[in-house]
């Protein structure tokens, strides 16, 4: 069975043109190719910082950002921990805590999704899965 990003690839070798995501609030889409082109530097930026199988934070605003930087942590095998970005500084250090890396475009000494800026990894706790969601008990 093919993965996602392996569907994203056929497609934006056939049609890269084409639409993939279109932001709901601007006029700001993505095309297959541009997709694709992200995927792949966001699996290259994840594997020279965290080992398969490790929890990425994801703080980052834009959803488009968010959506190319998680559709690359999954398509590596990485557990995905989505983190609202608008959280209180003290709420995002605890929610970060289990990530090996944070992916952000607001967080000092994270990779930014801007620059791929390289930040020092840290250990993460074993587990699996592809998405770990937190929730602060409200």
């Known amino acids: 069975m093919a993965s996602l990003a392996d569907l994203i690839a056929a497609r934006a070798a056939h049609d890269g043109a084409a639409p993939f995501l279109e932001s709901a609030t601007t006029t700001r889409f993505i095309t297959y190719a541009q997709c694709n082109d992200a995927v ?4 290259t930026v994840l594997a020279q910082n965290a080992r398969p199988g490790a929890a990425i934070a994801l703080s980052i605003m834009d959803p488009l950002d968010f959506c190319l930087a ?8 990485y557990r995905v921990l989505p983190i609202d970005p608008g959280l209180p500084a003290a709420m995002r250090a605890d929610a970060f805590a289990p990530a090996a890396l944070v992916i952000s475009d607001n967080v000092a000494g994270a990779i930014r ?5 390289n930040a020092a990894p840290r250990r993460a706790p074993g587990g699996s899965g592809a998405v770990e969601l937190r929730s602060s008990g409200t």
């Open 40 to 43: 792949h530097r966001w699996r």
């Open 70 to 77: 998680y559709l690359g942590a999954l398509s590596c095998g």
């Open 113 to 117: 999704t801007d620059a791929y800026v």
